[in-house]
T-cell receptor
Framework: NAGVMQNPRHLVRRRGQEARLRCSPM?????VYWYRQLPEEGLKFMVY????????ESGMPKERFSAEFPKEGPSILRIQQVVRGDSAAYFC??????????????FGPGTRLTVL | QKEVEQNSGPLSVPEGAIASLNCTYS??????FFWYRQYSGKSPELIMF????GDKEDGRFTAQLNKASQYVSLLIRDSQPSDSATYLC?????????FGQGTRLTINP
């Protein structure tokens, strides 16, 4: 499977727990983006990362949320002390290069987070 | 004003007809435009992208871009029930995509 991989596909957490969402980009892609889709709402950009660098985190909530894309391994979106309002679908996308004319982003299957 | 606006629908089209989906954007400097299809409970799937004014055709899909009017559209010819989905318009701003709310399309057999 050469597509974007995300795990887990479904995650249930109780209020106050931590959630860790993982994303492996498509083969040959070095740029990772995280988006959140709240129920009945559109997709909202959260963060853009390259290996070992956060390039744009303008869409990340100021508290409790963090992201990383280490040299080895998947990108991780971490949500500390989850609240019910964090319940959403979290999608990861990847692209092969930065900028330019061709910067198509391909989405993974998403992680559906439910906070009880 | 939202940066990317779409009519949320639902848009109902008979099978075999042409479905027309519309999107407007506010940033006149935008250069890249994308259409994604999202089935209920699934992830967005890229179906078309367009960068130049005019039409771009791919099978039953045609994307149309008019930068002067800040308008991008998607036409689906010979609509099939399997085309029933939410269609998301996205505009690239720096390295991120800004999405509209999506238009829910239903193709009636």
């Amino acid at each position: 499977n050469a597509g974007v991989m995300q795990n887990p596909r479904h995650l249930v957490r109780r209020r106050g727990q931590e959630a860790r969402l993982r994303c492996s980009p498509m083969k040959g892609h070095s740029h990772v983006y995280w988006y959140r889709q709240l129920p009945e709402e559109g997709l909202k950009f959260m963060v853009y990362l390259q290996k070992e660098n956060i390039i744009d985190e303008s869409g990340m909530p100021k508290e409790r949320f963090s992201a990383e894309f280490p040299k080895e391994g998947p990108s991780i979106l971490r949500i500390q002390q989850v609240v019910r309002g964090d319940s959403a679908a979290y999608f990861c996308a990847s692209s092969p290069r930065e900028g330019g004319t061709y910067n198509e982003q391909f989405f993974g299957p998403g992680t559906r987070l439910t906070v009880l | 004003q939202k940066e990317v606006e779409q009519n949320s629908g639902p848009l109902s089209v008979p099978e075999g007809a042409i479905a027309s989906l519309n999107c407007t954007y506010s940033d006149r400097g935008s250069q890249s435009f994308f259409w994604y299809r999202q089935y209920s409970g699934k992830s967005p799937e890229l179906i078309m992208f367009i960068y130049s004014n005019g039409d771009k055709e791919d099978g039953r899909f045609t994307a149309q871009l008019n930068k002067a009017s800040q308008y991008v559209s998607l036409l689906i010819r010979d609509s099939q029930p399997s085309d029933s989905a939410t269609y998301l318009c996205a505009v690239r701003r720096a390295q991120k995509l800004v999405f509209g709310q999506g238009t829910r399309l239903t193709i009636n057999p």
